[in-house]
């Protein structure tokens, strides 16, 4: 494989993202559930140099990286459905099943997450749901 075949490394949280979601491109339970769908959520990890944008578009996901920084989250805004924006160990509770929405909202209201455009995040939760 020479190196233009070679797919563009993803840094920081989207890494980890794409390691954790990109399998669901062949599951067929993904493809039918979100046939339909499109949504662009921002996730910002607020301890990392990157930030990570999931698109969903019509049963394909695909996760971009982004340098963190204020020009760069100002620039996606007309971009994104959605954002959450947490620390790291929050985010991956998240992704990994272990919090629930419950405690997702009384990490809102004590603001040590953001959210915006819920009823796209919730697009998110589902994802994470399938990954069990």
């Known amino acids: ?40 959520i921002l ?12 698109k969903v578009n019509n049963g394909t996901l695909e996760v971009d990286d982004h340098p963190y920084n204020k020009e760069t989250v100002k620039s996606l805004k007309k971009e994104r459905d959605g954002l959450f924006k947490a620390n790291t160990e929050i985010l991956m509770k998240l992704a990994m099943g272990e919090m629930g929405i419950g405690s997702l909202v009384v990490k809102w209201i004590t603001r ?10 919730l697009v998110l939760y589902k994802l994470f749901s399938l990954l069990e």
């Open 43 to 54: 996730l910002i990890a607020k301890d990392q140099k990157y930030m990570a944008m999931v």
């Open 1 to 40: 494989m020479s190196k233009k075949d070679k797919p563009k490394r993803k840094k920081g949280i989207a890494g980890v993202i794409w390691r954790l979601m990109g399998p669901l491109n062949e599951n067929e339970k993904f493809k039918k559930k979100f046939a339909e769908t499109k949504a662009n």
């Open 112 to 121: 040590k997450v953001g959210l915006r455009g819920i009823r796209k995040l």
